[in-house]
């Protein structure tokens, strides 16, 4: 994988030959190589870019301080193996996903503050909404939740769904919901009320990407298709 930082002035790589380097993305030059145990499977930043996650093939997050190169702690205690793992928008936060629940992790504290559990299937995606009050999260047991960053108590459950919802995230306003579905199909949701506004694709080639613009005004959606890309208000 690959990442560049916000700012322009750093990129991040992971490797098969266990290590992940931050690059300086002007100069093209390694700054910083960081050493892992195993395969390095993906790799970014948080948007400020003071911060880097890794993430290995054996389930290991580590965080890294991008200025010196080292790291500054790694997320131990994980409830059962790791699925993936997503920096919070401000950057405070880590979300973790792991079998039936999804953990959050202060970055300040490195310590597990709040575990995310009623989901009766894997949950595949965690992420947090732009005002970092509220998380949401995909599962195999066809929902997706909207959970409270506070208290840890799920908000509301978007259900409804005839497969499992294998991603979930927030428009930029926090007003709705994007998910995507196991056959294909997406679903834009009322965040407030719970209501589906909106379902993406005919199943026949499926979505397997969306992206909201900027301003939460438009959602663009690739499928397997070789040509086509979905652009929708």
């Known amino acids: 994988s690959v990442d560049i930082s916000c700012d322009g002035q750093l ?7 266990g290590t992940a380097r931050i690059w300086d993305a002007g100069q093209g030059i390694v700054k910083f190589t960081l050493d892992h145990v195993a395969e390095v499977h993906w790799a970014n930043f948080t948007r400020d870019g003071l911060r ?11 965080i890294w301080d991008t200025s010196t190169g080292t790291c500054i702690f790694t997320v131990e ?17 880590l979300l973790s996903t792991h079998a039936e629940n999804a953990q959050v992790w202060s970055l300040e504290s490195a310590t597990c503050i709040l575990t995310l559990s ?5 949950v595949f995606s965690a992420h947090s909404s732009h005002d970092c009050r ?10 997706a939740k909207l959970w409270s960053l506070e208290t840890g108590e799920c908000v509301r459950t978007f259900d409804g ?7 979930a995230d927030f428009c930029p306003l926090d007003r709705h919901l994007v998910t995507s579905l196991a056959d294909g199909s997406g679903k834009i949701w009322n965040a407030r009320t719970g209501e ?29 298709s070789r040509s086509e890309a979905e652009v929708r208000r």
């Open 118 to 122: 009623g989901h009766e299937g894997e």
């Open 11 to 17: 990129a991040i790589t992971s490797s098969a030959d």
């Open 196 to 224: 589906c506004v909106l379902s993406l694709g005919d199943g026949a080639q499926p979505i397997v990407s969306a992206s909201f613009s900027p301003d939460g005004c438009f959602l663009v959606a690739a499928s397997n």
């Open 161 to 167: 769904n005839s497969c499992e919802v294998t991603w």
């Open 77 to 93: 205690g994980c409830e059962g193996e790791l699925v993936c793992a997503y920096f919070s928008r401000d950057g405070r936060l």
């Open 134 to 143: 509220r998380a949401v999260t995909a599962s195999g047991d066809g929902t």
């Open 52 to 62: 880097a996650m890794t993430v290995c093939k054996d389930g290991q997050v580590k």
